[in-house]
Antibody, heavy 124, light 110 residues
């Protein structure tokens, strides 16, 4: 079935940095797109970023472009999110998710396995 | 891309059917059949219940169904049960390998 476990969340001051990690198990990790999705307290879901199987393509929501970097280590079945220049509005639970593709042009757009989430709080 | 538009809340009695709408644009929902739906209980991670507009993952009851017309996708839950009370989110491919979620709908079973 597959499992994802996030770690690395915590309290950080505005302008600070944090690195989230996600460890995958139970599926062939290197053959899937992966993504980070976040949810601010009491708010809805927001796609943050995704990464292709071999790490050669990465895409970001405009609000984190230039501040966040997604990466993966297929040898260790791990996914990472380096977050720099953190702002109060980055406060959220961050979910790691396995991203699935649709269509002949393989567009990643749905998520079938989710981690339990890790809370990031940006506050002074 | 702005978030897809969903009603803040819907409600229904046990056994009834409810429909949750999800309105986007011709650049996202209306551009392809890449719409998915998620169920989320408070304090839990989301769970996939519909993908590619109409497809159900294994294990999801057939009481859950999806459809789309133009720029609006819909999730219908028939034979409503108390356990269906949760938040529901739609999601669409947004172009250039990006994804957009709806604002979420809280379903109350009366």
């Amino acid at each position: 079935e597959g499992q994802l476990v996030e770690s690395g969340g915590g309290l950080v001051q505005p302008g600070g940095s944090l690195r989230l990690s996600c460890l995958a198990s139970g599926f062939s990790y290197s053959t899937y797109w992966m993504a980070w999705v976040r949810q601010a307290p009491g708010k809805g879901l927001e796609w943050v970023t995704n990464i292709k199987q071999d790490g050669s393509e990465k895409y970001y929501v405009d609000s984190v472009q230039g501040r966040f970097t997604i990466s993966r280590d297929n040898a260790k079945n791990s996914l990472h999110l380096q977050m720099n220049g953190l702002r109060a509005d980055d406060t959220a639970v961050y979910y790691c998710a396995r991203s699935r593709v649709s269509g002949l042009k393989v567009k990643p757009n749905w998520f079938d396995i989710w981690g339990q989430g890790t809370l990031v709080t940006v506050s002074s | 891309h702005s978030a897809l538009t969903q009603p803040r809340s819907v409600s229904g009695s046990p056994g009834q059917s409810v429909t949750v709408s999800c309105t986007g644009t011709s650049s996202d929902v209306g551009a392809n059949n890449f719409v998915s739906w998620y169920q989320q209980y408070p304090g839990n991670a989301p769970k996939l219940i519909i993908y590619d507009v109409t497809k159900r993952p294994s294990g999801v009851p057939d009481r859950f169904s999806g459809s789309k017309s133009g720029n609006t996708a819909s999730l219908t839950i028939s034979g409503l049960q108390s356990e269906d009370e949760a938040d529901y989110y739609c999601c669409s491919y947004g172009g250039t390998y990006t994804v957009i979620f709806g604002g979420g709908t809280t379903l109350t079973v009366l």
